[in-house]
């Protein structure tokens, strides 16, 4: 300070919103003031303070390697576990009184923590702590005993940045039967769900040969994913008892630690490998919108001047998937906002064409909506691209709405191709056969979508081919049971209410038809059969029978 006051002031300062503020941030800590040239701060883990100490000063020294030694910040860090005070924002008392003391006595770039802070965090971090024994410290009555961090015996490796797009690391899956055999089982599991997420063109998927790095080691997921550079762990184990094998699975969110889906399978060990392919595809199957579902949060918490094309894009998918004219056009606020920053980007095209499809068919025809819907499907399928998704709702739009059969039906298999075990590109494989009168091929999509992904926030799509194929099938009772799933799943689904008339009605129930189409107009009132001339969910002649079934249970002209 007193050689470059200003300089130093600007690279504190620099170092704390570049660096120090976003890490503190990353372990869950509360900054509760600065001092001067200190910052006093809460965590409610000391598992959480310690790492965001190590993370800390691994940082600060390669930010320091380029800086001369007369130029470089160097911290001191010092950690204690105590009771403290609430007053007015600020907290006091003797944990805060030590913790400065430990502080005070660190050498620059380390840090030390107290004896109650190290049984708190023993056995649960791969780090190495010096005993310096019990210590005098200014101004408490009783000796502390103090451990340092030593970062030269610490076996904490750089922390990778996360790429910018959802990342994943499935771990080698724990064989808790004693039985070794079982290791090829449990190890031929994890290679193959390894390999099927990685068909998933939007998620960075850590390679086996990393991950089985960290075969029969007891690990904290939260350092693993800082050292692996990836948001979301798969994790799980197997047991044999007697003639069965138990195996459970769980996805968790690294930085939180939130279980975000578990889910265990029970199986004889003669079918081993179907019962590992069953596996694989569930699996894959629920990891998909479970992952999903979490960046959408991750994204609602970020700050709106750090929002990119792909965080617009993930912010638009819950309205679009409320399925209705006015959240359709929150999402395409949303999607423009993402393609004027990419307008190459696909995955944008492909919902915003489902959108404005929704806003035509649902709310008043209006012609541009559908030339729109039509200009962002046809975007998509010239994009040369391999997101699975964006093929899918362009498939279904070229059905649709262009008459393209044949560009829809290759659109849609390439989905496939390009992602196996995704629900979303099955289901509008399954929706783009139905249009065109593939109702076999419709239906069994549609069943496998829901058996990929049973939890899916979007099982309503799927549900609602089955009622549309089996009404056009006249099968009548299976496409009201299905329609009505559909709308238990998603109330704002207008085309279920449609499905559910019409079968209704061919069953001679008459009230029951009318009841849905009242339902309808309460999610839509602008609708009106006539959408289905210009937007079909079905052939020609499967839409002239349900138009009018439609008018008959007294939708209006």
């Known amino acids: 300070m007193s050689a470059d006051e200003e300089g130093t002031l600007a690279s504190l300062n620099a170092h704390r919103r570049e660096f120090l503020e976003p890490t503190i941030t990353e372990y869950r800590g509360r900054i509760v003031k600065r001092t001067g040239d200190g910052i006093l701060i809460e965590f409610g883990s000391a598992v959480d303070a310690v790492q965001c100490a190590v993370t800390v000063q691994s940082g600060m020294g390669t930010r320091n390697e380029p800086v001369p030694p007369d130029k470089r910040i160097e911290l001191r860090i010092g950690i204690h576990v105590g009771d403290i005070i609430f007053e007015e924002g600020d907290i006091f008392g003797d944990g805060v009184n030590i913790a400065a003391r430990l502080e005070s006595i660190a050498e620059p770039g380390s840090f030390c923590i107290s004896e109650d802070a190290y049984r708190q965090v023993r056995g649960k971090i791969d780090v190495a702590f010096e005993d310096c024994g019990a210590q005098h410290l200014k101004n408490i009555s009783e000796p502390v005993r103090v451990y340092r961090f030593r970062s030269e015996g610490s076996m904490v490796r750089p922390t990778l940045s996360l790429p910018d797009k959802p990342s994943i690391a499935v771990l080698p899956f724990q064989n808790m039967s004693g039985d070794p055999e079982q290791e090829y089982f449990a190890d031929g599991m994890v290679d193959d769900i390894t390999t099927a997420l990685s068909r998933f063109k939007g998620l960075f998927v850590i390679a086996r040969n990393s991950t089985f790095t960290y075969k029969s080691k007891a690990v904290d997921v939260r350092q693993v994913a800082r050292e692996l550079g990836v948001r979301y762990i798969l994790e799980g184990s197997v047991r044999k008892g007697g003639n069965r094998l138990r195996i459970n699975a769980q996805l968790i969110e690294a930085q939180s630690g939130n279980h975000l889906w578990a ?45 990119d094309a792909y965080d617009y894009y993930l912010q638009a998918l819950p309205h679009a998937w409320v399925n209705t004219s006015v959240e359709a056009e929150k999402a395409l606020q949303l999607l423009n906002k993402a393609l004027k920053i990419d307008p190459t980007y696909a995955a944008a095209h492909g919902l915003a064409a489902l959108c404005h499809w929704h806003r035509y068919q649902r709310a008043g025809l209006d012609p541009t909506e559908r030339a729109v819907a039509l200009r962002h499907a046809r975007a998509v399928v010239s994009s040369k691209t391999d997101d699975a998704n964006a093929l899918a709702f362009a498939a279904f739009m070229s059905a649709s709405l262009d008459n393209e059969h044949e560009v829809a039906l290759g659109a849609a298999e ?117 959408a289905y001339k210009s937007a079909p969910v079905g052939p020609p002649d499967r839409m002239d029978l349900l138009i009018q079934d439609l008018r008959d249970a007294g939708l209006p002209e």
């Not at 939890?455 to 329609?483: C, F, I, K, Q, T």
């Open 263 to 307: 889910d265990k399978y029970d199986g004889a060990p003669t079918d081993v490998f179907d019962l590992q392919d069953k596996i694989t595809e569930d699996v894959v199957g629920a990891v998909e919108p479970s992952i999903q579902k979490a960046e959408i949060e991750r994204v609602r918490r970020k700050r709106p001047e750090n929002l």
């Open 414 to 530: 390439k989905a496939i191709v390009i992602s196996p075990n995704s629900a979303r590109a099955h289901t509008n494989r399954a929706a783009t056969h139905m249009v065109l009168g593939n109702y076999d091929k419709a239906i069994e999509s549609a069943k496998y979508a829901v058996r990929l992904s049973p939890l899916d926030p979007m099982r309503y799509g799927p549900e609602g081919v089955l009622a549309g194929s089996y009404l056009y099938l006249e099968h009548y009772n299976e496409a009201m049971e299905a329609a009505l799933r559909a709308i238990q799943s998603n109330p704002g689904f207008i085309h279920a209410y449609a499905w559910l008339a019409s079968a209704c009605l061919r069953l001679g129930r008459l009230a029951d038809a009318r009841d849905a189409i009242r339902r309808a107009l309460l999610v839509e009132p602008k609708f009106r059969a006539d």
